[in-house]
């Protein structure tokens, strides 16, 4: 499936250009964002361990909880400009990549991983992989388990990261068997927005597909494990050690 992409330099749906809106102000969005889904599950936790075990007396004091968060949440999506979704530019290591592929392939179940990184001179630069515990996981699909994917998200916006593309595998082999599901657009629809962050997909053959649900993105891979085989299409070079 071939996502839409908007031209480079358009508006977004408040009027903020991608250029126009602090980077530091986004960062703090993101951060307020993560820490809300964080305390949500959180929440959602005890509310399962209290009604489990028939204890009702904090019932009411949780809900109340979960609403004033739910409505928080609603309030951050209205109020978070849309600038992110500007276009991008991205660049990884193939030697990276390589190892996202192992990773990724390391079962005969799904496989995923984060890549975080840095912006540098308009740029966001990939510069480590982060794997983290699965909460289900088979052949046709996987999940991060929801505490370590947030914690894992905090703890890059307050060093100065972001989270670049979420990265996993589908069971098929060949360059047509990477194309994003309608699971995997679900996902990046929740993702992108609060992030900026593209989806990757790997072939059990070694072909990469980059992709996104609405973000206009550019990626640049420097190194000579993988090569280009089509538009955000790459395939690892087996000659390469």
Request: include cysteine.
């Amino acid at each position: 499936m071939i996502t839409d992409h908007h031209s480079s330099g358009t508006m977004g749906s408040d009027g903020y250009k991608a250029s126009a809106f602090p980077p530091a102000h986004l960062r703090r969005f993101e951060a307020v964002h993560v820490r809300l889904d964080a305390e949500r599950t959180r929440l959602l936790g005890r509310l399962d361990w209290h009604l489990a075990r028939g204890d009702h007396a904090e019932i009411p004091a949780l809900v109340h909880r979960l609403s004033c968060v739910a409505f928080g949440r609603r309030l951050l999506s209205h109020l978070r400009p849309s600038a992110i979704k500007g276009g991008e530019r991205y660049l990884f290591s193939s030697a990276m990549l390589r190892d996202s592929f192992t990773v990724c392939n390391e079962t005969r179940d799904e496989g995923m991983h984060f890549i975080l990184g840095i912006e540098s001179d308009a740029t966001l630069i990939g510069t480590e992989i982060v794997t983290f515990p699965y909460s289900h996981r088979s052949p046709g699909g996987a999940a991060g388990e929801h505490g370590a994917t947030h914690r894992i998200c905090v703890d890059a916006i307050e060093s100065g990261h972001r989270l670049l593309a979420i990265v996993h595998s589908h069971p098929g082999s060949g360059p047509e068997a990477n194309h994003p599901s309608s699971i995997d657009l679900r996902t990046q629809r929740l993702w992108e927005p609060g992030f900026g962050c593209i989806g990757g997909i790997w072939s059990r053959s070694g072909e990469l597909r980059w992709f996104s649900a609405e973000l206009e993105f550019e990626v640049e891979i420097k190194g000579t494990h993988l090569g280009p085989i089509g538009p955000n299409h790459w395939r690892l070079n087996t000659t390469c050690g």
